[in-house]
């Protein structure tokens, strides 16, 4: 028999505006903990010295992680200039320092930004990255001093701006699919400038349908959980609770579509439903008339329904 898992069911979306200085796996551990529950996972690494926005999925929300894995992302981001280092960011060792062109301007980065970091663009990964080779991540290896052979990827640029430029800093946003690598870019502009540059901070600031105004901190989910006059643990965690986002956001960029409660049924015992269906490709799936989220399903060409990531239907403890 599987051992039951420690902690509570608790099922939903935290989305945490998480601080520099940490690893992204020590600041979900945080948040599981004063959730107190039985699951948890983020969805897509953010470097110790990146902030911003690390959606935390809880309990059954984490089926649906993979979409905001996949989903686009947006950053902003400081480029020092004039300094290069092995990692191409701040926690990096100092591998090259060269003068930066005095009479840089606006207009040379914007056109160098619009040439060759807009679109589809193939980019090498820093070896500091978390890309995994043979299960190692990348970084770990390069730290070792191991040498190994990072192969080109594509990614695509959807937006990428110059917000300011100051002697020896530029500020860029970078709306982006998932894989970029901002250091990758910041590294390859300071080659184009001739002077060398790397990240000296990095903030994301949107994933898939989350926005930077829509975070919290840890501090501020701290404080929810601290104990006030006359709460039991029943009102610490409805505190906790109601700041959680509901499974289906990670998602809500597919179509809904109502099923009624034995369609539901018969989705949810794994069978397909009879009714035809005029929607095609993946699909919300809710119970007509309620908000309750059943989970994702597929509608064939032929118009069938077949369950893809359904919702547990397990009793609450």
Not at 25 to 38: D, I, S, T
Not at 58 to 80: I, P, V
Request: with cysteine; net charge negative.
């Amino acid at each position: 028999m599987a051992r039951k898992p420690k902690g509570r069911r608790i099922d939903g979306v935290f989305l945490l505006d998480k601080p520099g200085g940490i690893s992204s796996n020590a600041a979900l551990q945080r948040v599981k903990r004063l959730y107190g529950a039985a699951k948890a996972g983020h969805t897509g690494a953010l470097d110790p010295l990146a902030t911003g926005m690390l959606p935390i999925c809880l309990g059954e929300a984490t089926k649906y992680s993979q979409f905001l894995l996949d989903s686009d992302k947006r950053y902003r981001t400081t480029a020092k200039l004039g300094v290069r280092t092995d990692s191409s960011d701040a926690d990096g060792e100092v591998v090259e320092t060269r003068p930066v062109p005095a009479d840089l301007t606006r207009s040379q980065i914007e056109a160098l930004l619009e040439q060759h970091f807009s679109g589809e663009i193939e980019q090498v990964p820093s070896v500091f990255s978390a890309l995994k080779l043979n299960g190692q991540p990348l970084y770990k290896l390069a730290r070792k001093g191991i040498e190994v052979e990072v192969k080109p990827r594509q990614v695509r640029i959807h937006e990428i701006k110059l917000l300011d430029l100051r002697a020896d800093e530029l500020d860029l946003e970078v709306y982006c699919s998932k894989g970029t690598y901002i250091r990758s870019i910041v590294e390859d502009l300071g080659m184009l400038l001739g002077c060398g540059a790397h990240v000296s901070m990095l903030r994301r600031i949107e994933t898939g349908p989350y926005r930077e105004a829509m975070m919290m901190t840890l501090d501020s989910l701290q404080a929810l959980a601290e104990p006030r006059e006359g709460d039991d643990q029943e009102c610490i965690q409805a505190r906790l609770d109601q700041v959680l986002l509901p499974p289906w956001t990670a998602v809500v960029s597919l179509p809904a579509l109502e099923l009624s409660e034995d369609q539901a049924r018969a989705l949810q015992c794994g069978q397909g439903c009879s009714a035809i269906f005029e929607q095609r490709g993946q699909v919300r799936l809710f119970i007509a008339g309620s908000e309750t989220f059943i989970g994702v399903g597929e509608v064939s060409d032929d118009g069938l329904l077949k369950p893809k990531r359904l919702m547990s239907t397990a009793p609450t403890e």
